[in-house]
């Protein structure tokens, strides 16, 4: 027996609130094209028991598209990593080798910090 909600109320159940109402779902974030990006890549160690990683942030757009960059960068540099929040993370000093990968792919105002 399969139970479905077909109430449009994204999962929402039940509320006492007389007054409430269902949120429509927020539309997603519009990635913006590779040459308006403004991304800074710089390298961290705080908080990651002493490991240096290259740390590239101010990507603007969605999720997908940042984790998709993000195994692009790892690809290219050969090495582990994630995309988090609003930063990706390459594991190492990969610098250099990111701001080369992100020029070649049109990521202009791409600079190290």
Do not use: W
């Not at 908080?47 to 690809?75: M, S």
């Amino acid at each position: 027996m399969s139970k479905k909600n077909h109430s449009g109320g994204g999962g929402f159940v039940f509320s006492t609130d007389p007054n409430f109402n269902v949120d429509p779902e927020q539309p997603s974030a519009v990635t913006l094209p590779p040459a308006e990006q403004k991304l800074k890549i710089s390298l961290q160690t705080k908080h990651r028991a002493g490991k240096t990683v290259t740390v590239i942030t101010g990507f603007e757009g969605k999720q997908e598209d940042a984790e998709t960059l993000g195994k692009q960068l790892r690809n290219y540099c050969g090495t582990g990593g994630a995309a988090k929040e609003d930063e990706i993370i390459l594991q190492g000093d990969h610098r250099e080798k990111a701001l080369q990968f992100l020029l070649q792919k049109g990521y202009l105002k791409a600079k190290k910090q």
